[in-house]
């Protein structure tokens, strides 16, 4: 089945410091890959969708200069959290699709779990 | 508006059944999924489903009506380990996934 890998899965970082955070596929190439944020108790919030060699679209209220994504092959995407502060703090989940299937399933990183002090 | 309905949480008995609703209305239909969440981890899919009916698999089947925009997923011979929360999320026109606050099952001895 196709891999979804994250890395960091957990980061604690001091307040207007940089998060970065990875998401690969690791055995199918993903022409998009989806980035999520979800509070406690809450559910799946997109934040942005990322298409390998343009840029991202972000969801609105999504601040992009926040957020950088990079999707710069067809099995990694990068999002970078800049300055970050404590309401940053949340689980990041991210999720590729895998163009071969024919219902374009969204397959789950395992989530990195960001807290800023 | 888009908009995902499902309750927000359920208790149920080990070995039993449950079924967990979903209702929508969103910009057109592309499929509709179910996906497992266990705390502190993320998603895992269940079940898809685009015509109407019923998809069995395994100890969970799904349902599907697109005229009354509505599904169900079914989770027979409940297992303690079946405690997590279920999200419905509607694929819409644009293929984006619209989705459901989730359902918390509680699964009692």
């Known amino acids: 089945g196709a891999v979804v890998s994250q890395h960091p899965s957990r980061v604690i970082c001091k307040s207007g410091t940089s998060v970065k955070i990875e998401c690969r596929s690791l055995d199918f190439q993903a022409t998009t890959m989806f980035w999520y944020r979800q509070f406690p108790k809450q559910s799946l919030m997109l934040m942005a969708t990322?298409?390998?060699?343009?840029?991202?679209?972000?969801e609105q209220g999504v601040e992009k200069d926040k957020f950088l994504i990079n999707h710069a092959s067809l099995t990694l995407s990068t999002l970078t959290v800049t300055s970050a502060h404590p309401e940053d703090s949340s689980f990041y989940i991210c999720?590729?699709?895998?163009?071969?299937?024919?219902?374009?399933?969204?397959?789950f990183g395992p989530g990195t779990r960001l807290t800023v002090l | 508006g888009q908009n995902i309905d499902q309750p927000t949480e359920m208790t149920a008995t080990e070995g039993a059944i449950v079924q967990i609703n979903c209702t929508y209305q969103?910009?057109?239909?592309?499929?509709l999924f179910w996906y497992q969440q266990h705390a502190g981890e993320a998603p895992t899919f269940l079940s898809y489903n685009v015509l109407d009916g019923l998809e069995e698999k395994g100890r969970f089947s799904s349902f599907l009506s697109r005229s009354k925009g509505y599904s169900y997923l079914l989770l027979k011979e409940l297992q303690m380990k079946d405690s997590a929360s279920y999200l419905c999320a509607v694929m819409d026109s644009n293929y984006q996934l619209i989705w459901g606050a989730g359902t918390k099952l509680i699964i009692k001895p």
């Open positions: 969103t910009s057109g239909f592309n499929g």
């Open positions: 990322s298409n390998e060699g343009s840029k991202a679209t972000y």
């Open positions: 999720s590729a699709r895998d163009s071969r299937t024919g219902y374009n399933e969204q397959f």
